[in-house]
């Protein structure tokens, strides 16, 4: 019984809790970062479109938002199939659902490192 | 003196009625009627003997007359009258199947509960008198073994009412915890193993519904991290 119970979850219950744990605290980690870099670094911006882009052309600045942005997303993916377990009971909703936020947050992460490295 | 109070009471007696519906009573107590339950008995004793609900050491020890009292799960004979809005609103605690009025179909709670083996395990040869235990040892067990089983917290616990059948509840991981930290027993790890899964501990979403609600006051958000923390330290 337990090993169909864990070939059927997605995740293994004390993993996907630290993880969640883990990307919390790197999530606060990095936005201070960020904060102090905009405060007093020496990426430090201004005002306006053009101080914001020589901000996210330092390449430290680049790096910690990527963290962030990777942060956020496996958070987001543990937080969100938490609720989906919670209260979808159908199995072919609750797929369909998991499929969707994969889409959405792969989609925000490709897009997060599109705009990060390419601009 | 004697005074009247007002009752608004759930009731369902699924061989006559369609569906369930609350009936006002008033009755009278005396000076010596303090408690909830004691009101309760007068109802049943005075107005309407039909009036269905669990009940047995009246002290808070035996856990049978856990209810929803105006919106709080609690135990009938430890909640003070005078303590209580009128009229006092009592309903079975949610969550669980009605059989009749006040009274809830525990199975599955108890279900819960058997599954987490409930008992010592040492496959060690018997030691010719008792296993022993040292007093620093016993007192870990403090505040988890005096759990009565009275099902307050886990029915008022939202991971246990979406998922009773793969959520363990607060009060069968309170007791799973009472048999981790228990120095004698020897099944530790297969007892973590089996907590390990997305659903019979990790629904537990720290909400503390479960410390609110004890009538014995204990701490199952408490035990619940303990048991996490184990696991951490397994990992390490």
Known sequence: ?119 | MSKKIKFSIYRYNPEKDAKPYFQDYEVEVGDHDKKLLNALVKIKDELDDSLSFRRSCREGVCGSDAMNINGRNGLACLTDLADLKQPIVLAPIPGLPVIRDLIVDMTQFFHQYHSIKPYVIDDRPMPERERLQSPEDRKELDGVIECILCACCSTSCPSFWWNPDKFLGPAALLHAYRFIADTRDQATNDRLNDLNDPYRLFRCHTIMNCVDVCPKHLNPTRAISRIKETMLARMA
């Open chain 1, 1 to 119: 019984m337990v090993k169909l119970r864990k070939s059927l979850s997605a995740g293994h219950g004390v993993n996907a809790w630290l993880q969640q744990r883990i990307t919390a605290v790197v999530m606060l980690l990095a936005a201070l970062v960020l904060i102090a870099f905009i405060g007093f670094g020496s990426c430090a911006a201004v005002d306006g479109f053009s101080a914001w882009k020589s901000f996210f052309d330092c390449t430290l600045v680049k790096i910690v938002s990527q963290i962030l942005v990777i942060a956020v997303v496996i958070h987001a993916w543990i937080g969100m199939r938490d609720i989906v377990m919670d209260y979808i009971k159908s199995y072919s909703a609750r797929v369909t659902l998991y499929m969707l936020i994969i889409l959405w947050l792969l989609g925000s992460l490709i897009y997060s490192a599109a705009v990060l490295w390419t601009a």
